[in-house]
């Protein structure tokens, strides 16, 4: 049961092979069991007690939703109403969420059963899932490697087949760089496409949530499932949904393919024949590569540290000692509510995040720092509508380099280099998707990333199911594993 798309799954449900309970019962415990770090809650109770729903309603001959029995886990960073809500920080340890997410909402809408919440680095800010404040999370391929970040815990829980699949949210590369790490799909949609309702905010011009699957179909599925527009989210777009599993013909035929010959220095050698195989693969398939350039790519990464720690700095003012979270104990007076409570419930990555963000944003910094990142990202932008022009999606690896050993990056610059491949498509809200696209000489998955205009979400997805047609790479399941049945 372990092995079976999501899509199989429900369907065994419905044709009564197997219950919700069953299935939820058998997810539950390898949550239980499971030792990676991947998860901070698993909702038990409220999760057999949806099952048993759902069994009944079976029983009476409803007819359930696209989703129906199928477990789902969550980033914590997400809200379900009454459950605890940390987003890997101690200052949000005993929280619990007042409303549920718009996403949430309309998973289960369609039948879908939240089993647990997955670890994060803090405030999703990280690039490891070692910022969590409560414990780390090991790649299910090689557990002496980070699993990738921030969504760390939600891509190592479906690459070790904890649930089917799974939400992230993306800011910089937090869903593409941990599905590339864990060898699966992760999906940043074009911004707006899915709402923002319920997810705490870190950079609210940047931020996506974003689904992890380990096939395409599923990842179409779910995607469908909760790209629906919501007057909750000013920033929603009022489109009507679109079914993305329509768009799964695996047919590319004259699709033009844009390869940013400025980019490819420096990759790893897996890495680069991955890339090689992938474009080759494609081509057989009907399609043609076109070269292009993405010259203020290299901007990327200084000119999202200085825009989201602006954007993180007014965000996060909310937790306060006041009203969310935790009040310091040993505050004597008003500003040391807030100062005292902030010092002690913020991690190390948060305090830099804020500082930096309040720096760019003071008087007398604006100017140099703040408008001048926002002009560098109308230029990011103007690159690819020129580059769109001369091609339809545009592909390269998600990461320079496989996922790294624990521990082995202690530089923060280093680190934010991470997101050097992924940033731009969150700088100009389009949609990008990792794709499982073989392994390293020494078992480490590559992901490759498919990126195309705004609202060309199916069309991306398409590429990567022609690719999935010709290849096997998603099928493989990590050793740590153990036996699936
Ligand atoms: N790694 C990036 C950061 O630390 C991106 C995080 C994200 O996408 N949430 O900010």
Not at 376 to 391: G, H, W
Not at 439 to 458: E, N, S, Y
Request: glycine content about 8%; charged content about 20%; aromatic content about 8%.
């Amino acid at each position: 049961m372990f092995t079976l798309p999501a899509t199989e799954l429900t369907k065994k449900f419905k044709s009564k092979e197997l219950t919700a309970k069953e299935i939820v019962t058998a997810f539950l415990k390898r949550c239980k069991e499971e030792n990676l770090g991947a998860l901070l809650s698993i909702l038990e109770k409220t999760a057999l007690a949806k099952a048993a729903l759902l069994d009944e309603r079976l029983a009476k001959g409803e007819v359930l939703g696209s989703l129906a029995a199928v477990p789902v886990i969550v980033k914590d960073n997400i809200m379900i109403q009454g459950e605890t809500l940390t987003c890997g920080s101690k200052f949000l340890e005993d929280y619990k969420a007042t409303y549920t997410a718009t996403v949430v909402k309309k998973l289960e809408d369609e039948g879908a059963i939240i089993i647990a919440k997955a670890n994060m680095d803090e405030f999703a800010m990280g690039s490891s899932t070692e910022k969590s404040a409560f414990k780390p999370c090991n790649n299910p391929w090689n557990e002496k490697c980070t699993p990738g970040g921030s969504s760390g815990g939600s891509a190592a829980a479906v690459a070790a087949r904890l649930a089917p699949l799974s939400l992230g949210s993306d800011t910089g590369g937090s869903v593409r760089q941990p599905a590339a790490f864990c060898g699966i799909y992760g999906f940043k949609p074009t911004y707006g496409r899915i709402s923002r309702y319920g997810l705490v905010a870190f950079a609210s011009s940047l931020d996506q949530i974003g689904p992890f699957s380990t096939n395409i179909d599923d990842l179409a599925l779910i995607s469908s499932v909760i790209n629906k527009p919501c007057l909750q989210d000013s920033t929603s777009i009022q489109e009507p949904p679109e079914d993305y599993s329509a768009s799964l013909s695996g047919e590319i035929k004259g699709l033009k393919i844009g390869v940013p010959t400025d980019m490819l220095e420096g990759l790893h050698p897996d890495i680069k024949t991955s890339y090689d195989t992938f474009l080759e693969t494609l081509k057989k398939k009907g399609a043609t590569t076109v070269p292009i350039t993405l010259p203020n790519n290299k901007y990327s990464v200084p000119v999202y540290y200085i825009l989201a720690p602006a954007e993180a700095s007014t965000n996060l003012a909310r937790f306060d000692g006041i009203r969310y979270t935790k009040r310091s104990k040993c505050a004597k007076n008003l500003n040391e509510v807030y100062e005292l409570s902030r010092t002690e419930g913020f991690g190390p990555e948060v305090v830099n995040r804020i500082l930096l963000g309040t720096y760019v944003l003071s008087a007398g910094y604006q100017d140099a720092y703040y408008r001048k990142a926002q002009k560098v990202r109308s230029l990011i932008c103007k690159d690819y509508d020129t580059a769109f022009q001369q091609c339809d999606v545009i592909a390269f690896p998600t990461t320079p380099a496989p996922a790294f050993v624990h521990g082995s990056i202690t530089d923060p610059l280093t680190m934010y280099k991470q997101d050097i491949f992924t940033i731009s498509a969150n700088m100009a809200g389009l949609p990008s998707l990792s794709i499982p696209a073989g392994f390293t000489k020494d078992g480490l998955p590559i992901g490759m990333q498919v990126q195309a205009r705004q609202m060309d979400d199916g069309l991306v997805m398409n590429v990567a199911k022609a690719f999935e047609l010709e290849t096997e790479h998603f099928s493989k399941i990590p050793a740590s594993c153990g036996e699936l049945k």
